[in-house]
């Protein structure tokens, strides 16, 4: 069964510098989104993306963030300056329509700043 | 706002028996519901999901769930647990306030398995 892959799996990172995320959703989905679970937290949304722009943002979603597709398989989250607070798992999902089809999540990058 | 409330924060079951994990949610219009589930270090594994017709949806790993708008609540159930259902169990509710979804999630149920 086809699934979302994201790397890396952890991913350790000094405060104030840049982190990119990776993701490569499920090749048929539309609609690609970021999530975070802060360790011993529900998980949140951060983005939506579809048709190359956002389509929703959370407050999370400071400019700090920005999340790119740069070809036809990946998506990417950036923090430009991390923070120790962005210590968390992130999770990429993507789904093949919005709304009546679920979204299928990967298995996380846990993400953790010193 | 959306909402999902999972009152559980840990259950224990002893292997064999039923198990139903409780989730409400609050949502203006008709929801679309799910379960995921997630074991350590792994991702979140969508066991069912509802967007509409049959109250009574089933999953995977023997896993079903009832939607009760009177109530609403989306329950989980499995009538008999094995050792490796031990995870963690997360209620979401599908919002589209945008007219693109995004998942609210419960804090989620640990589920303990006991032999």
């Known amino acids: 069964e086809p699934e979302v892959t994201q790397t890396p799996s952890h991913q350790v990172t000094q405060m104030g510098q840049e982190v990119i995320l990776r993701c490569v959703p499920i090749?048929?989905?539309?609609?690609f989104y970021w999530y975070r679970q802060i360790l011993g937290q529900k998980v949140e949304f951060l983005v939506s993306?579809?048709?190359?722009?956002?389509?929703?943002k959370s407050e999370i979603f400071d400019d700090q963030f920005s999340v790119e597709r740069p070809d036809g398989s990946n998506f990417t989250l950036k923090i430009r300056s991390t923070k120790l607070e962005d210590s968390a798992m992130y999770f990429c999902?993507?789904?093949?329509?919005?709304?009546?089809?679920?979204?299928?999540f990967g298995d996380g990058t846990r993400l953790s700043i010193l | 706002a959306q909402s999902v409330t999972q009152p559980d924060i840990h259950i224990t079951v002893s292997e064999g028996a039923s198990l139903e994990l409780r989730c409400n949610y609050s949502?203006?219009?008709?929801?679309?519901l799910f379960w995921y589930v997630q074991s350590p270090g792994q991702g979140l594994q969508l066991l069912l999901k509802?967007?509409?017709?049959?109250?009574l949806v089933q999953g995977i790993k023997g896993f079903e769930a009832e939607f009760k708008r009177s109530q609403s609540s989306f329950n989980l159930r499995k009538p008999s647990v094995h050792w490796s259902d031990a995870a963690e169990y997360f209620c979401?509710?599908?919002?589209?306030?945008?007219?693109?979804?995004?998942?609210?999630f419960g804090t989620g149920t640990r589920l303990l398995v006991s032999p």
């Open positions: 999902a993507s789904s093949t329509e919005t709304g009546n089809q679920p979204q299928h």
């Open positions: 090749s048929n989905h539309l609609y």
């Open positions: 993306f579809y048709n190359n722009e956002i389509s929703e």
């Open positions: 949502y203006g219009a008709t929801p679309y």
């Open positions: 509802y967007f509409s017709g049959d109250t």
């Open positions: 979401a509710v599908g919002a589209m306030n945008t007219g693109f979804q995004k998942l609210v």
